[in-house]
């Protein structure tokens, strides 16, 4: 199973950065809730385990960690096999959104 790890830089404080996080979980259920399932998160202060499931002719499970400090955000997790010749792009696809979202 492919491993992704990705660590974000951000200027923002740790509260700050965990708050952003938290507020797009609502936001990308709207937006990709015809695509996404059995969205789940479990934070524990400034880290968090989370879940959901793609559907398709193949649905996929995703999950993985996110972990905030006050310099960064670290997000890794196992993708399925049939995503291993996509993770480079998978990487920065999450790269790129998450310097956005803590821009």
Excluded: C
């Excluded at 509260?15 to 990709?32: E, W």
């Excluded at 398709?56 to 993985?64: A, L």
Aim: proline share 6%.
């Amino acid at each position: 199973m492919p491993q992704v790890k990705v660590s974000i830089p951000h200027h923002l404080s740790q509260d700050g950065a965990v708050t952003r996080i938290k507020n797009l979980v609502p936001r990308l259920k709207q937006k990709y809730g015809n695509r996404i399932t059995d969205v789940r998160e479990r934070w524990d202060g400034s880290a968090a385990e989370f879940g959901f499931r793609i559907k398709g002719i193949f649905p996929i499970s995703v999950s993985g960690q996110l972990n905030v400090s006050e310099e960064s955000v670290t997000i890794s997790g196992n993708l399925p096999a049939i995503a291993g010749p996509f993770q480079g792009e998978i990487e920065e696809t999450i790269r790129s959104e998450a310097e956005k979202l803590l821009s």
